[in-house]
C-alpha cells in the first residue's frame, strides 16, 4: 500500500503460457528467451526436471513449468521456448509454451496468493494479478510464479507426464 503523494511504483512482468493459462515471472529474473535446446537427462531427478542443458557455456537445469504445474502442454510445440531466468546466483531454464507478452503493471494491483498452493509443498505463487496492464487480455487474472519454488522437489508431485530416461532430445 502506498500512502497519500507516494508513487506506486510500476512493475514489469513477463506472460508465459503453460497449458491454457498464462503465468508471470518478474522479468528482473529473465537473462534471456532461448528456442528449444538439447537437454540431457539426469537420472533419479525430480519428474518435472527435464535435464541439463549447455546455455552461453554453462551447464544449467532444465524445468518444465507445465510438468510442474501439472498442466498438459500445447499440442502446438512450435511456440514452445525457454527462459533463462536467474535463482540467485543460479541460472536456470525454464520450459513454457509460448512467451506472451510483458506487463506493466502497478504494485498495488498485485495482490497475495493466499493459500493456493496448497499447506505440504513450496508456495508456487507469490501473488494474484489482474490483466489491467495486458493489451491481450485486459480482463484475465494470472498468477504470478513464485521462480524459486519451483526447482524445490518438496511439492507433492505435480506433472504426470512421461520421464525421459537418457540421452537427448
Avoid: W
Wanted: hydrophobic share 40%; proline share 9%.
Amino acid at each position: 500500500m502506498t500512502g497519500p503523494g507516494e508513487l506506486d511504483p510500476v512493475v514489469e512482468l513477463c506472460a508465459v503460457a503453460a497449458g491454457e493459462e498464462e503465468y508471470l515471472i518478474d522479468l528482473r529474473r529473465v537473462r534471456e528467451i532461448l528456442p528449444p535446446v538439447p537437454v540431457t537427462a539426469v537420472p533419479r531427478s525430480p519428474p518435472f526436471v527435464e535435464g541439463v542443458a549447455r546455455l552461453r557455456g554453462a551447464v544449467v537445469p532444465v524445468v518444465d513449468v507445465r510438468k510442474r504445474l501439472g498442466v498438459a502442454p500445447r499440442s502446438d510445440a512450435r511456440r514452445t521456448r525457454y527462459l533463462l531466468v536467474s535463482v540467485g546466483r543460479q541460472a536456470v531454464a525454464l520450459v513454457v509454451d509460448a512467451v506472451v507478452e510483458v506487463v506493466r503493471v502497478p504494485r498495488s494491483q498485485i495482490r497475495p496468493a493466499g493459500g493456493l498452493s496448497g499447506g505440504a509443498g513450496p508456495h508456487l505463487f507469490l501473488g494474484v494479478c489482474d490483466g489491467g496492464g495486458s493489451r491481450r487480455s485486459p480482463g484475465r487474472v494470472r498468477l504470478l510464479l513464485n521462480v524459486k519454488a519451483l526447482l524445490e522437489p518438496s511439492a507433492p508431485e505435480a506433472g504426470h507426464g512421461e520421464r525421459r530416461t537418457g540421452g537427448t532430445r
